[in-house]
């Protein structure tokens, strides 16, 4: 089967906290860069997975996302760059 | 002073173990996915800040990049997508 790439970008949502970020944003501050008006820290989740066709992988990852990759009650998830693997390979 | 945003990816080298992603590509085999050949998982940080140019904003996203947002021994990062955001504010 051909081999698909693809990233999932999980970031959370904007009505919640994200205190990592704002220790990054103070920290920042003490190294010279303190023009920063915002800061939020999500995951990247690079994947290659095996499907039979560009649908077929993007039915996977979503349900991957939705499942397993994101908490919805507090996170959105992205679908970015989903394309076939295989010339590279 | 305008505004930029950009996007840094925060990954780890290869050669570093993932066993965040290791143990996501078992549960996505118990969900029934089971043709992922590959799953790493990252960082994304999302940034906005003021600069007095486009080039400005990027030496202090290097600088935040290197020195605070990715542990060097076993990270890499990537800067994307910075462009002005004054237009969308």
Known sequence: MPL???RVLVSLRPSVLDPAGEATRA???RLGV??????RIGKAV????????????RA???LLS?????????E????EQLEPATAEA
Do not use: T
């Not at 303190?34 to 800061?39: K, N, T, Y």
């Not at 690079?46 to 992988?57: F, I, R």
């Not at 939705?66 to 507090?74: M, S």
């Open 46 to 57: 690079e994947v290659e997975l095996e499907a039979d066709s560009l649908d077929g992988a």
């Open 66 to 74: 939705d499942r397993l990759l994101a908490n919805p009650v507090i």
């Open 27 to 29: 920290a920042a501050g």
């Open 76 to 79: 959105n998830w992205a679908l």
């Open 60 to 62: 996977q990852l979503e």
């Open 4 to 6: 698909y790439r693809a």
């Open 34 to 39: 303190s023009a920063i008006q915002r800061l």
